[in-house]
């Protein structure tokens, strides 16, 4: 690995029901290094936002759970670590995907073409008003070709045309995250917002959503520091978390 120190300590394993389970239960009985990374062969429970699920199949794709521990940042800013992982993936997909559209999918959905080809979960543990520790699960379709539950996905081999290497890939994606990571800790904030709104989908444009049975349009105009979403319906603005929309 071409990184300081993540990936620098990686723990295969065959089946495991989530990354992020078994990340989590390593922390609570290990001193893990910041940057460790647990890759999965088979993840038979893989778990997204709003507790969906994630469809990944057995030795195709990347499903992997990296350490970090960004004491520096306040629970206010997490949103910002979000980002800098949205991002990270965006800059990888722009290496082995030249010729491709990226958007990121507030508040994280990587979309390649229109079709989403990664997801992430980000789950935090807390000390106090700073993060002590997060474990960052990514799901990234790789060389899988056909999707059964998940409609509009999309791997990159289905935009590319050709196989990849997954070893090589997830070598990218630690350097590519470190140096997003590094960023963060290095307080360049405002260049990682700045770059998200920069390929956020949909931004300044129409899009429907669904809030609480209710469809509506608005024009979507970014996030706020802390990750909500700004919509401008008519004359009126408003922020929305993720337990309070979705898109349509």
Not at 38 to 54: C, D, K, L, T, Y
Not at 108 to 116: F, M, P, Q, T, Y
Not at 228 to 241: D, K, Q, V, Y
């Amino acid at each position: 690995m071409k990184t300081l120190f993540t990936g620098q300590s990686l723990l295969r394993v065959d089946t495991v029901g989530s990354t992020n389970s078994y990340a989590l239960d390593w922390l609570r009985e290990n001193d893990l290094a910041e940057g460790t990374v647990i890759v999965a062969q088979n993840q038979a429970g893989g778990r997204g936002q709003r507790g969906n699920s994630w469809e990944s199949e057995p030795g195709k794709n990347l499903t992997v759970s990296f350490i970090f521990k960004p004491h520096f940042l306040q629970v206010t800013r997490q949103f910002d670590l979000t980002r800098a992982v949205s991002l990270a993936i965006a800059d990888l997909l722009a290496v082995f995907l030249p010729a491709a559209e990226l958007k990121i999918k507030w508040p994280n959905d990587i979309l390649v073409n229109g079709r989403k080809v990664c997801g992430i979960l980000i789950e935090n543990i807390l000390r106090d008003t700073q993060i002590s520790a997060a474990v960052v699960g990514i799901g990234l379709n790789v060389n899988q070709e056909v999707f059964h539950s998940a409609v509009h996905a999309v791997s990159m081999k289905n935009a590319a045309g050709k196989t990849f290497d997954l070893q090589t890939v997830l070598e990218s994606l630690c350097e590519m995250l470190e140096a997003r990571y590094l960023q963060l800790r290095s307080g360049h904030e405002t260049r990682l917002r700045s770059d998200y709104h920069a390929i956020l989908f949909g931004m300044g444009a129409k899009k429907r959503f669904n809030r609480s049975g209710e469809i509506f349009e608005a024009t979507v105009l970014g996030t706020t520091d802390a990750g909500l979403l700004r919509l401008a319906a008519g004359e009126e603005e408003r922020n929305f978390n993720l337990k309070e929309l979705s898109w349509i």
